[in-house]
Nanobody, 124 residues
């Protein structure tokens, strides 16, 4: 059974960068699309970026513009989210999630396996 664990969150100053990691265990990531989501207090969970098994990616420009970049290393069973030029409004819990097959969808309902989340706080 696939399990996902996020790491790399923390406190960062505005304008700073972080790289989040999503590590899989239990199964290979080779056949899964992985996406990153975030949820700020009092707000709905929103999709940020997804990456297919072959490495094709999609990003929601309204959420992050060109500041966030998703990548994957199937050999390491890990998907990354590089976040640059962080702003206070990026403060949230960040989650990775998996769905079988290839899809660019960022809809929450399409993903069946979720990590526990990692907190990102952007503050001076």
């Amino acid at each position: 059974q696939l399990k996902l664990v996020e790491s790399g969150g923390g406190l960062v100053q505005p304008g700073g960068s972080l790289r989040l990691s999503c590590v899989a265990s239990g199964e290979s990531l080779d056949d899964y699309t992985i996406a990153w989501f975030r949820q700020a207090p009092g707000k709905e969970r929103e999709g940020l970026s997804s990456i297919t098994p072959s490495g094709g990616s999609a990003t929601d420009p309204d959420s992050t513009g060109d500041r966030f970049f998703i990548s994957r290393d199937n050999a390491k069973g890990t998907v990354y989210l590089r976040m640059n030029s962080l702003k206070s409004e990026d403060t949230a819990v960040y989650y990775c999630a998996a769905r079988a097959g290839s899809s660019f969808s960022l809809a929450v309902r399409g993903y069946g396996v979720w990590g526990q989340g990692t907190q990102v706080t952007v503050s001076s």
